[in-house]
């Protein structure tokens, strides 16, 4: 079983910035997408941003293209999500998700494919 570490979010102004990393208990050969989804109060979870182990493609949702960047450092089984210019608009629960498959970049949104899930960190933006 995959465990799933994420950092602490926390509380940012609007128009700051914010770095989020998920660390994978596992070997990265078992880890085929890591991926981010955040869930608002009284909102469905959503589809943030996603990267596939072995080659870096990437599928990031629209409301976060060009603001929120995913990356991954393969060697420390980690996945970053690189939050700039943040408005309250972003303000949920960010959650890491793993997949064994390694999914296109069309399917990299589709909560169902993936088996593991982190605990969740609340991001705030606020003044």
């Known amino acids: 079983q995959v465990e799933l570490v994420e950092s602490t979010g926390g509380l940012v102004q609007p128009g700051g910035s914010l770095r989020l990393s998920c660390v994978a208990s596992?070997?990265?050969?078992?880890?085929?997408?890591m991926a981010w989804f955040r869930q608002a109060p009284g909102q469905k979870r959503e589809f943030v941003a996603a990267i596939r182990r072995s080659d870096g493609a990437t599928n990031h949702a629209r409301s976060v293209k060009g603001r929120f960047t995913i990356y991954r450092d393969s060697a420390k089984n980690t996945a970053y999500l690189q939050m700039n210019n943040l408005g309250p608009e972003d303000t949920a629960i960010y959650y890491c998700a793993a997949a064994s498959d390694s999914w296109v970049v069309s399917a990299m949104g589709q909560k169902e494919g993936y088996d593991c899930w982190g605990q969740g960190t609340q991001v705030t933006v606020s003044s």
């Open positions: 596992t070997r990265a050969s078992s880890i085929g997408t």
